[in-house]
């Protein structure tokens, strides 16, 4: 697949913007990427979703919330309902809109996990959530003024509360973690992110905080929801699954490249994470121009 990077400009009296248009069945081969944050919700379709290096079909009514940068891609094979149009409604917008001091507030601690925690790794909602969010995103195409920005934060408060989302890209594509807790674990990711292609012992990540290495697997844990080795073979294959998007790389040359010794190893480590293998990812992404 193609990647580029996408620039949006705002009009002069909006800090947002929403649009809605007819989606087109077509197999895009084209993975974007941009600054904005971007809220989309796609109905009536049956396709396939990329986002960053995370690939899965899908069918119906899709919502989901992507960072800064994520590339993402849909692909539409058919209607789900043939005598029901397919359309693509879409919000572009960054974090401070309405400036920085919003989320500053203390009632904007779960604004800020949306965004700095969640949304840079693709968020998929589902349930509840796409109806409230699809009503709200549907009455802002017909407002102007305060009444769209008052709908938008409904909008977003909708889904930092929700409990009905799934995560769905690998750590490597975005890593990036800021909760106001985690100055310690921003740290063991530092020392991840700059030395996962190297052998790293569970002493090493320790000392970096520095904890006991008992005291760190239980904080490791509670703030990853993974073991410390889980979570660098994560890394490792994303980076790899990067390596081969990018089309520069065979399978054995990204194995190493990732920080492994072992072809054997890769591709078990690379199956659990992806459930594919290398081979089965790359043919993934080998679509039809």
């Not at 913007?17 to 990427?33: A, D, P, Y």
């Not at 944050?37 to 396709?47: R, T």
């Not at 203390?106 to 693709?122: D, I, R, T, V, Y």
């Amino acid at each position: 697949m193609q990647y580029i990077y996408e620039n949006f400009t705002f009009p002069p009296d909006q800090s947002f913007t929403v649009r809605s248009e007819l989606i087109e069945l077509r197999k895009h081969t084209i993975l974007r990427s941009h600054i904005n944050f971007e809220i989309a919700l796609l109905e009536n379709c049956v396709g396939k979703r990329f986002i960053g290096d995370h690939i899965e079909d899908f069918e119906g009514t899709e919502l989901m919330l992507l960072g800064s940068y994520l590339p993402h891609c849909w692909q539409y094979y058919q209607f789900a309902n043939p005598m029901v149009e397919a359309r693509a409604t879409v919000i572009h917008f960054f974090p401070d809109f309405l400036g920085k001091q919003l989320l500053e507030k203390p009632e904007a601690k779960g604004l800020n996990h949306l965004f700095n925690s969640m949304a840079p790794k693709g968020v998929l909602f589902t349930g509840d959530t796409v109806n409230s969010a699809k009503a709200i995103m549907q009455q802002m195409l017909f407002e102007q003024g305060m009444a769209r920005v008052a709908l938008m934060l409904r909008l977003l408060d909708i889904l930092a509360v929700s409990e009905n989302y799934r995560i769905l890209s690998s750590p490597y594509f975005n890593f990036i973690e800021s909760s106001t807790e985690a100055q310690k674990i921003n740290k063991v990711f530092d020392y991840i992110f700059t030395n996962f292609k190297n052998d790293i012992t569970l002493n090493d990540v320790a000392s970096t905080i520095p904890m006991s290495i008992s005291a760190f697997c239980r904080f490791f844990k509670e703030k990853t929801g993974r073991t410390l080795i889980d979570f660098i073979k994560e890394v490792r294959i994303g980076y790899a699954a990067k390596l081969l998007l990018e089309g520069k790389h065979n399978v054995t040359e990204a194995c190493y490249d990732s920080g492994y010794n072992s072809i054997s190893n890769f591709n078990t480590h690379f199956k659990e994470v992806k459930k594919l293998s290398p081979r089965e990812f790359m043919k993934g992404y080998k679509t039809e121009a």
